[in-house]
């Protein structure tokens, strides 16, 4: 039984909905939050946890393998699940060298001090675990061989009954060969390698889930969702890359922090599972449906700021399309999502003009800065 569990990058998007989920879902779990606190890190994303009993949070950066070490110690830590890195594409573009040191590098640092820990210990490797997470972009980029989608011979209930497209034929498999495309899809697949590689030499164990674009609750906003939403609310440009036809798969988060929890408890060790919503959408009709329902939702006419879609330069090397088939995990441990998209695009949408305060923090100051920096040439 895993008891004392580390998480890394609990402070940010996905990492606080998971730190939620087990900290009031375990109580007699202790959980430690390991984060740089990073831009993307934020403590407020857990402001309704921070006291629990069960919880500790602790600042450090996962490439200090020395700290990592004798916290990893101190705390008799017999589970990882490993979040933290560095997750946006454009800025992967930008700054190749830092995803290389805290994806790769860091991921190292880690696996190396679990290593050490844990081969020192009497009982070894037995009851421990190395989880990480990862994304579908290792995968590289799928065809779009069927332009105005197929109804799909699948069901599942996360996709609305009008949408719920297939864009080809083809989907990603946990057998699918790795060819990553952006600098952020190439460190991903390169600690992905490693931690598979620690298994295999080591004999540690590990497992990797890869999982599709998430979206939901405090979400940086560089990411396409809660950007445009920040954008739409005070009548920015909403900066559509190339013509918004690239094919994103999306999940609600809270049903990623739910497959987390099951693959943590009941998944097989060397084990590859994907995580997906069977849920496609071109990037276009999802930011119509992103208009809609922030102009629904603050009372402006419905479609009013379709007027604010701004086709812009495309990003470098854009992979135009992400669809995975998450049926492995259906099958074997019986997980699927639980969210119509609708009923999770409406929820995010409502939190995000609910927590301005949240949003307003984050987007003065540095961050102000940087979007001038990102947008202001395209
Ligand atoms: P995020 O950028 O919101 O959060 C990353 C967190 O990691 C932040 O709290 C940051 O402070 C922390 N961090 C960064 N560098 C660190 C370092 N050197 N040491 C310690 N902490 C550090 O990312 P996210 O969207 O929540 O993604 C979390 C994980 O899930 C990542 O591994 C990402 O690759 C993966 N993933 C994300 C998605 C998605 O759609 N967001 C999809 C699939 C997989
Ligand atoms: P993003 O949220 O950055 O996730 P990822 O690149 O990991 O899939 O982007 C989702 C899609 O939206 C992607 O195809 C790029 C596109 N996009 C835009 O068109 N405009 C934007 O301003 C952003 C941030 C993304």
Same mark, same amino acid.
């Given at each position: 039984?895993?008891?004392?569990?580390?998480?890394?990058?609990?402070?940010?998007?996905?990492?606080?909905?998971?730190?939620?989920?087990?900290?009031?879902?375990?109580?007699?779990?202790?959980?430690?939050?390991?984060?740089?606190?990073?831009?993307?890190?934020?403590?407020?994303?857990?402001?309704?946890?921070?006291?629990?009993?069960?919880?500790?949070?602790?600042?450090?950066?996962?490439?200090?393998?020395?700290?990592?070490?004798?916290?990893?110690?101190?705390?008799?830590?017999?589970?990882?699940?490993?979040?933290?890195?560095?997750?946006?594409?454009?800025?992967?573009?930008?700054?190749?060298?830092?995803?290389?040191?805290?994806?790769?590098?860091?991921?190292?640092?880690?696996?190396?001090?679990?290593?050490?820990?844990?081969?020192?210990?009497?009982?070894?490797?037995?009851?421990?675990?190395?989880?990480?997470?990862?994304?579908?972009?290792?995968?590289?980029? /799928? !065809?779009? #061989?069927?332009?105005?989608?197929?109804? +799909?011979?699948?069901?599942?209930? =996360? %996709? $609305?009954?009008?949408?719920?497209?297939?864009?080809?034929?083809?989907?990603? /498999? !946990?057998? #699918?060969?790795?060819?990553?495309?952006? +600098?952020?899809?190439?460190?991903? =697949? %390169? $600690?992905?390698?490693?931690?598979?590689?620690?298994?295999?030499?080591?004999?540690?164990?590990?497992?990797?889930?890869?999982?599709?674009?998430?979206?939901?609750?405090?979400?940086?906003?560089?990411?396409?969702?809660?950007?445009?939403?920040?954008?739409?609310?005070?009548?920015?440009?909403?900066?559509?890359?190339?013509?918004?036809?690239?094919?994103?798969?999306?999940?609600?988060?809270?049903?990623?922090?739910?497959?987390?929890?099951?693959?943590?408890?009941?998944?097989?060790?060397?084990?590859?599972?994907?995580?997906?919503?069977?849920?496609?959408?071109?990037?276009?009709?999802?930011?119509?449906?992103?208009?809609?329902?922030?102009?629904?939702?603050?009372?402006?006419?419905?479609?009013?700021?379709?007027?604010?879609?701004?086709?812009?330069?495309?990003?470098?090397?854009?992979?135009?399309?992400?669809?995975?088939?998450?049926?492995?995990?259906?099958?074997?441990?019986?997980?699927?999502?639980?969210?119509?998209?609708?009923?999770?695009?409406?929820?995010?949408?409502?939190?995000?003009?609910?927590?301005?305060?949240?949003?307003?923090?984050?987007?003065?100051?540095?961050?102000?800065?940087?979007?001038?920096?990102?947008?202001?040439?395209?």
């Amino acid at each position: 039984m895993k008891r004392n569990i580390l998480i890394t990058g609990g402070a940010g998007f996905i990492g606080s909905h998971v730190v939620r989920l087990f900290v009031t879902k375990y109580p007699e779990y202790r959980i430690i939050n390991l984060d740089k606190l990073t831009y993307a890190g934020n403590l407020a994303n857990l402001k309704d946890i921070e006291h629990a009993p069960n919880y500790t949070f602790v600042k450090a950066d996962i490439c200090d393998f020395e700290t990592i070490l004798s916290l990893m110690r101190q705390y008799e830590v017999d589970g990882i699940i490993h979040l933290a890195a560095e997750s946006h594409v454009d800025r992967s573009i930008r700054d190749p060298f830092t995803f290389a040191r805290t994806n790769v590098m860091g991921t190292l640092s880690l696996l190396e001090a679990a290593r050490r820990c844990w081969e020192s210990r009497p009982e070894r490797f037995e009851g421990k675990l190395f989880y990480h997470i990862s994304t579908d972009e290792v995968y590289g980029a /799928l !065809e779009l #061989t069927r332009p105005e989608g197929i109804k +799909p011979p699948f069901s599942t209930t =996360a %996709s $609305s009954a009008e949408h719920h497209l297939a864009y080809g034929e083809e989907f990603f /498999l !946990e057998t #699918t060969k790795y060819n990553p495309h952006s +600098p952020y899809s190439a460190s991903k =697949a %390169s $600690s992905d390698h490693f931690v598979r590689a620690y298994h295999d030499t080591y004999g540690m164990p590990t497992l990797v889930t890869n999982c599709s674009n998430n979206y939901g609750p405090y979400q940086f906003p560089e990411k396409l969702i809660p950007l445009f939403i920040n954008n739409i609310r005070h009548r920015r440009p909403l900066p559509v890359y190339g013509k918004g036809e690239n094919v994103r798969d999306w999940l609600y988060v809270e049903d990623h922090a739910r497959a987390i929890d099951l693959i943590f408890h009941r998944g097989k060790v060397a084990e590859t599972y994907n995580i997906g919503g069977f849920n496609e959408w071109k990037n276009i009709d999802l930011i119509k449906v992103v208009i809609r329902t922030v102009d629904r939702l603050l009372g402006r006419h419905e479609g009013e700021d379709m007027k604010l879609i701004t086709f812009v330069t495309d990003r470098a090397g854009h992979d135009l399309r992400y669809a995975i088939d998450s049926s492995k995990l259906q099958r074997e441990l019986g997980w699927e999502p639980s969210l119509q998209f609708e009923e999770g695009i409406e929820k995010t949408v409502r939190w995000y003009l609910d927590n301005q305060a949240w949003m307003d923090n984050i987007t003065s100051g540095d961050y102000e800065k940087y979007y001038d920096e990102m947008y202001k040439n395209r």
